[in-house]
């Protein structure tokens, strides 16, 4: 029997590499797309942010994991604002993938997940 194939998983715009650093329409199609991921990040429980958080500690390195490392460490302290900025544009919106049945379900999962809670049941 052959393997199913696996869908391709849709990451948020910052950990693809689009960066805010593009102009014009493909900027303003950009922060959308990113607006979406971080709604989506927003609404996660802190327990689901702080295991988002986790998973993407094998994803990032430099700036981005020291500041997940600090969030998880000391989740009260205020970041920098230098710190706060890459918070929000890289490390929020990255909590969040997009289902895996991404055609047909706007359901978003922690990283690394396949299926959101509702496909998990169908699909799982
Ligand atoms: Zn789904």
Known sequence: MPKKEKPSRILCPARRG?????????????EKKMGEFEDAAKRLSAAQ???AMKRLLDQVDGAEAGIIRQKLAEPNKPLSEAQQKVFDNQILPSMVEKCSQHSSCKGFTLP???FCESCAIRFG
């Open 49 to 51: 942010q702080k295991e």
């Open 18 to 30: 689009i960066g805010v650093e593009r102009v014009g329409a493909v900027l303003a199609i950009t």
């Open 112 to 114: 690394g997940d396949e």
